[in-house]
Structures are given as structure tokens and as C-alpha cells.
């Protein structure tokens, strides 16, 4: 595994303010399967982590794990069906409400007299939950992700999910591009960051969600996690 710098500012000065095991990760997160998690994350254990960069306070995964390792975790570590659950819970839902509502908030006050004939995309889509959210008369969203277990869900809801980089380019330019903790997982944020930008109309919004250390969610399990 290979250390890499804040995906914000670049800087390398970062304080590492959870640790996890195997054990604990899958206490606090189901979805994940133990066994497998111990035997992928063998001998990698001192960099399961959440680093905060002490210059621009982004919290973040200081470590960039190898590619078998990814593999190994994602194909066969994760229990879909616990994830979707949790996924897409009410309370869930609620919360990508109120986001929602946010982002048109925010493209009202920059300037937009009508919010209609939008085109969104939803990058790390995942169960589409956010989609389900979105989708509406006058809102045009297409979603991505590499987990094709994940995005079969959208799909059979009758969301439209691009197979690949380049067909999501296609789908350009945009009005809202929206990833939901999803950047702190990113190998190379850079090209992602372009990506956004050339899908992107000239006044187009970029979203992003990052975990939030004072979020009851951390405050309730960080005593476990450190």
C-alpha cells in the first residue's frame, strides 16, 4: 500500500484519527465480510485509516491500497444485501432529500430563474439511491459505478447508468455533477477532478460529500475506532 498526499491541498502532513481492524470495521459496518477482510488486509493492518490533513481539515483514506487488495475486498468482502439495506433506508433518503433541495437552493442563487431541462450525474451511484431521489419531470440524470452488482438495482428501476468513462462523456455537458462519499475512496483524484470539470457546463455546480468527524454517526462508534 502506498501513501499519498491530502486529495484537497496536496499536503502530506495528515493525523491519522481512526484506525481500523477487521474486527471493528465489520462491528461498525456490516455490509463487510470478516473473514475476508482478514485475509485480504493481512499484514496491511496499520493502514486501514481515516487521516485528517491537518492544513484544509479534509478527512480522508491516506492510504491507496493495491489493486488485488481492492479486488479482493469489493468482489468478495462485501455483503450486497446488507448494503442495500443500509442503503436505502428512510433515513437515508431523508438525508439525500435535504441535499437535493440544497443543490437547487444553490443554483437558484446562482442565478437560474427556472430550474428545469436539468442534466445530473450521479458519480459512485451506487444502489441509485440518490437517483431515485432526483429523477423527476425536467431532471435528466445518468449515474456510474464500477460495481456492476450494485448498479443492476438502478437500472432495473429504469435509470439510465453509463457502462464506462467515455460514455459518461458523452452524456456532457451538465449542469450538476454530484459525488456522495465517494472522493475519499478515489485513487487518482486528479483525473476525476478533470473529468467533473469537462463535464461541467461554464456555470455548472460540482457536489461533493466527505465523511464529517462530528458527525453523530463518528461520535457515536469513534471510541471503537481508535
Known amino acids: 500500500m502506498k501513501q499519498r498526499s491530502c486529495p484537497v491541498c496536496d499536503s502530506y502532513d495528515a493525523e491519522i484519527i481512526m484506525n481500523f481492524t477487521p474486527e471493528l470495521l465489520t462491528s461498525v459496518n456490516p455490509t463487510y465480510n470478516l473473514n475476508v477482510l482478514k485475509d485480504a488486509l493481512e499484514g496491511k493492518e496499520n493502514h486501514i485509516t481515516y487521516s485528517r490533513c491537518r492544513k484544509c481539515k479534509m478527512i480522508y483514506c491516506e492510504y491507496i491500497w493495491d489493486d488485488e487488495t481492492l479486488r479482493r475486498v469489493y ?35 446562482g442565478g437560474r430563474k427556472k430550474l428545469g431541462n436539468l ?50 462523456k458523452e452524456y456532457g455537458p451538465v449542469d450538476v455533477f454530484v459525488m456522495i462519499s465517494v472522493l475519499e475512496h478515489l485513487q487518482d483524484i486528479d483525473f476525476f477532478m478533470k473529468l467533473a470539470r469537462e463535464l461541467l457546463k461554464e456555470n455548472g455546480l460540482l457536489i461533493f460529500t466527505v465523511m464529517d468527524y462530528r458527525s453523530g454517526y463518528i461520535q457515536k462508534n469513534v471510541k471503537r475506532l481508535i
Open 119 to 168: 442534466k445530473v450525474v450521479d458519480f459512485g451511484c451506487g444502489w441509485g439511491d440518490f437517483m431515485d431521489v432526483v429523477n423527476g419531470y425536467g431532471i435528466d440524470v445518468i449515474g456510474f459505478d464500477g460495481d456492476s452488482k450494485k448498479t443492476a438495482l438502478p437500472i432495473k428501476r429504469g435509470h439510465r447508468i453509463a457502462e464506462s468513462i467515455e460514455g459518461l
Open 75 to 109: 468482489d468478495k468482502g462485501i455483503d450486497h444485501h446488507q448494503s442495500k439495506l443500509k442503503t436505502l433506508s428512510i433515513e437515508k433518503r431523508i438525508s439525500l432529500i435535504r441535499l437535493w433541495i440544497n443543490i437547487l437552493r444553490v443554483l437558484k442563487l
